[in-house]
């Protein structure tokens, strides 16, 4: 299982970068498609996105301690059985597509097909 708040952290990033390239350049396009890919390629790994938690727990009964160990799972992509990844083949399709874009802008400001700050008269 893959952690989950690193690939919120990447997925928070990608669309930064993304919406800095209409604004800032180019570079922050490829930036966005690096981590579009990244993401995408752990998700065609079949691996399920989620969050861990445990909690341990002590109890004094007279003289005696006794400690408890509970762990939890919480899934935000999969949901831990590798037979079902239906969801995660169509976030990797998604983000995949996401990274084509993000390369596509890259290139099509590198030769000059477009320039987003065309409209704001530099």
Do not use: C
Not at 38 to 48: N, R, W, Y
Not at 71 to 85: L, M
């Amino acid at each position: 299982m893959f952690d989950g708040g690193i690939f919120v952290i990447f997925l928070g990033l990608a669309l930064l970068f993304l919406l800095a390239s209409f604004k800032i350049g180019a570079v922050f396009a490829l930036l966005s498609a690096i981590l579009f890919f990244s993401m995408a390629i752990i998700l065609i790994g079949q691996s399920d996105i989620g969050f861990t938690n445990t909690v341990e727990t002590a109890l004094i009964n007279g003289t005696s301690l006794h400690t408890f160990t509970t762990n939890s799972t919480a899934y935000i992509i999969g949901d831990g059985d590798p037979a079902t990844n239906d969801n995660q083949n169509i976030l990797a399709w998604l983000f995949f597509a996401m990274a084509i874009l993000s390369v596509a802008l890259f290139f099509m400001e590198m030769i000059g097909m477009t320039d987003p700050r065309k409209d704001e008269g530099y």
